[in-house]
């Protein structure tokens, strides 16, 4: 896995200090817009877009796998894809899709949710306390077909917390077919 960047287009990026001479990762956009990510090792970012940049919406942070099943000539049908996350918050609108030789599917949104109160953290009669399972599983369906497949994961509310464990994609052969791109 790997993350891709893709969201807001940056003309600048540079550390700087604030007023409390605190350092921070700050990047400019051609707009003139100065975006301020907070500190290095600090917490996270809200990733909500600045209405002086040109739009108000997140910036989606994407994380595309390596294709899956590679074949030559072996087509496959796609059928579903499983993911495993640690969640520390639920997530909301996170979007899924794939990528294929025949292109990319149309994405899908889901929220997942789950327990996830942590010790030192939450508070007692409060928080949802978790049961012994440490990862969420999820299953999504797909109708896909190609010679491999690259699952496209994106998210944009620097608020919301989990770490993104691994996925499988189930798939069914379906015939080899040299012409198939």
């Known amino acids: 896995m790997g993350g891709l960047g893709g969201g807001s287009p940056s003309t600048a990026m540079a550390m700087s200090k604030d007023a409390q001479l605190t350092p921070r ?4 956009t051609k707009k003139g817009a100065v975006c301020d990510h907070g500190e290095p090792a600090g917490s996270l970012w809200n ?5 002086a940049d040109g739009g108000t919406l997140p910036i989606s942070h994407t ?8 074949d030559l000539q072996m087509e496959k049908m796609f059928d579903r894809v499983d993911i495993s996350v640690r969640l520390q918050t639920n997530l909301t609108g996170v979007m899924i ?8 599917s149309t994405a899908q949104t889901l929220n997942f949710t789950g327990t996830f109160a942590e010790w030192d953290v939450a508070i007692w009669d409060v928080d949802l ?10 299953a999504l369906g797909w109708n896909g077909r190609g010679r ?19 996925w499988t994609i ?12």
């Open 97 to 104: 899709d794939y990528e294929t030789p025949r292109g990319i």
């Open 148 to 166: 491999w497949a690259a699952t496209r994961i994106r998210h944009g509310y620097g608020t919301e917390r989990f770490g993104l464990l691994g």
């Open 63 to 70: 994380v595309k796998g390596s294709p899956q099943g590679y």
């Open 47 to 51: 990733d909500g877009n600045s209405a």
């Open 25 to 28: 990762m700050t990047r400019g």
């Open 129 to 138: 306390w978790p049961s012994d399972e440490l990862e969420h599983h999820f």
């Open 170 to 181: 189930i798939a069914l052969p379906d015939g080899p077919d040299p012409g198939i791109p």
